[in-house]
Each structure stands twice: as C-alpha cells, then as structure tokens.
C-alpha cells in the first residue's frame, strides 16, 4: 500500500500552513492558550452538573446555575479555541504531535459546537430543557476526552513547553532568571535512613 496520498495531502497542508500569518500568542513567556483552557475546561462541567442536579431535584435555582456556568464556559472556550489554532498553525507538518493536535482541535470544536447547541432554547427565564442537560453532558465529556490529549501534547510530547519558552527568551529578551531554573530536572537526593 503506497503512502503517496498521505503524502501529497501532508505537502499541500505545509503550503497552506507557511502562507498564514505567524502568530504567537505569549504572555509573558506564557502561551495564552495554556492559561486559558482552565475555565472552560472546569465551567463546561460544572454547569452539566448544576444542570443535572437541578433537573432531577426539581430545583429551578441549580439549573440557572448550570445554564449560567455553562454559557461563561462556552464563552471562554471561543478565544481559547482561537489560541489553541495559533500553536497548532506553528506546528511542522512532520512533527509527530500533529495528529494529537488535530484530534484534540477538532474535539474541541465539537464540545464547543454542541456546548453552544445545549444553550439553544434556554435563559436565565427559562434555564432547564432535557436537551440541554443531555447535550450538556455531551459537551462534557467530549471536553474531557480532548483535555487528555491536550495534557499529552504538553506533559508526553512537551508541546509548547521548554522549545517555544527557549525561543521566547531569544525573540522578546525575557530575562532568563523568570524560565531558566523551571528546565532544570530536580532531583531531591532519597534518603534511605542513613
């Protein structure tokens, strides 16, 4: 079986990608993408909790809750979707995180399409629906699955991690002193009862 097809779709991608606008999103030496997937990533289930809970306790006040956290949830999730594509554009098309990083966007788009989908006939008046709270749930776990990946492309495959902060000192003379001991392995001598 030939890998031509992989291949040619693999150079017409890299055409694509080297003719976008290189951006960068850093803060700091930080990537904003990585500082803002916290309140997504803990509204969104928190708000299908309230939601459920609300739901089967006959409790209007919970799924206003719920429809409350997760509407600020889905709303974060739009700019954090958008820093998300800006690391991924910087990618090279042979970098074996690739595939994660496809995976991981489009389960996100996903948790964000369906997370929008599961507000759809609510309001503050209005804030339970079944639909919403299945959907919501959905969201959720969809969510999930896609933060897993997300911490394999940092903490497995150190996307976004010391080779961007490296270049990051280098491009915008962050002093070194704020990065350079956080690459330093620390190994804590183990004291065997000596």
């Known amino acids: 079986m030939s890998t031509e097809p992989s291949t040619s779709w693999i150079r017409r991608w890299e055409r694509i990608r080297r003719r976008l606008p290189a951006i960068n999103p850093v803060i700091m030496g930080h990537p904003l993408h990585a500082l803002?997937?916290?309140?997504?990533?803990?509204l969104i289930p928190i708000g299908f909790a309230f939601?459920?809970?609300?739901?089967?306790?006959?409790?209007?006040?919970?799924e206003k809750a719920g429809y409350l956290n997760?509407?600020?949830?889905?709303?974060?999730?739009?700019?954090?979707?958008?820093?998300?594509?800006?690391?991924?554009?910087?990618?090279?098309?042979?970098?074996?995180?690739?595939?994660?990083?496809?995976?991981?966007?489009?389960?996100?788009?996903?948790?964000l399409g369906v997370g929008i989908a599961s507000l759809g006939g609510r309001s503050l008046k209005k804030p339970g629906s079944r639909r919403g709270v299945w959907l919501g749930g959905i969201s959720t776990?969809?969510?999930?699955?896609?933060?897993?990946?997300?911490g394999?492309?940092?903490?497995h495959r150190g996307w976004?991690?010391?080779p961007i902060e490296r270049e990051e000192i280098e491009?915008?003379?962050?002093?070194?002193?704020?990065?350079?001991?956080?690459f330093v392995l620390r190994r804590v001598p183990v004291n065997l009862g000596h």
């Open 51 to 62: 939601s459920f809970w609300g739901r089967m306790a006959g409790q209007p006040d919970l």
């Open 171 to 182: 491009q915008h003379r962050v002093p070194e002193t704020v990065h350079d001991e956080d």
């Open 36 to 42: 803002t997937t916290d309140l997504p990533a803990a």
């Open 141 to 150: 776990l969809t969510l999930l699955a896609s933060a897993y990946l997300g």
């Open 70 to 111: 997760s509407a600020a949830g889905v709303a974060l999730a739009i700019p954090t979707a958008l820093f998300g594509l800006a690391d991924y554009l910087q990618m090279e098309v042979d970098d074996p995180a690739q595939s994660t990083g496809f995976t991981h966007g489009l389960l996100n788009l996903t948790a």
């Open 152 to 155: 394999d492309l940092v903490y």
């Open 160 to 162: 976004r991690v010391k």
